[in-house]
């Protein structure tokens, strides 16, 4: 219900009427809080033409009331408000000059709901009230929720039933289970490769310190032997230098003895079967 209230300029009379309007219109709702809604609407009039376009914030009083304060723009094609719109009159004229049509207004009130889809709402819209060109009015209206939750907290949901595994895309399942297995066995070939490289080394280092060992156990028998001859020479003193007694039967075999014990020098003395030999090699 929109009351209008017209003016026109002496001789015009003063007029005061009402009428009525149905609006037929769609909002959306965003939660910004458990209790806290902000919603957009647009409608369309029939009756007096309107087309009032708002933003509104809901807040939830209980589970199924909640309050409303908004504001809007309301865009009028009715021509009888052509008389309210504020424009210019001229001298002798019946109607202003570049009447304004759009108008700016807030509005607030209540809504109740009835069912978990269901609301009934109630609201004052205000877009002028300077005295002189008053434009308000009450509204009614029913509203219906397509989708989104509803306002009533205590309404209970049905039970969701559970969902059924879905069939899994055989085809695309079986091409990633064979990337999956040939990465695997890429993986697996890379490692035995390693082990056989890892095994390998370990075989030549084993080779080297078994060679190592036995070089070495070589060394020391060559060293026990070498100790054990020079322990069991007997030392003779010949022009008052001691001379190691080679005992052999032939004199080759004490000379090479001598040689492979002293090494090969004129200076090297050796006793031999009451006789001193030097260990040069001639």
Known sequence: MIDHVYRGAPPFPENTESTN?????????????????FSGSAGYGFGFKVIPLKADFNYGIT???????GMGIYMISDSIYEFNSIGVLEEGASTRLDPSTNEFGINFGLSYQITPVV???????MLKNDGEYDFNGMSFGL?????GKSKNKTVLKKPVAPKQPVAPNNGNDMQERTKETNA????LEQAQS?????????????????????????????LEERSERVIELEMKEYLGVQVPVID?????SAFNVAVKQFGSSKEQKFWWHGNVYTTEKR
């Open 248 to 252: 052999m039967h032939s004199f080759g």
């Open 63 to 69: 589970n199924k009331i909640s309050a409303n304060l």
């Open 194 to 222: 390693e082990l056989v490289a890892k095994k390998a080394e370990l075989n030549r280092l084993s080779n080297s310190l078994n060679t190592k060992d036995k070089e070495l156990k070589l060394v020391q028998q060559k």
């Open 143 to 147: 509203s219906y929720a397509f989708g």
């Open 184 to 187: 695997l066995l890429k993986k």
């Open 119 to 125: 609301a009934l709402g109630v609201n004052y819209n």
């Open 21 to 37: 309007s149905v609006i037929l219109g769609v909002n959306y709702s965003y939660s910004l809080s458990e209790k806290l809604d």
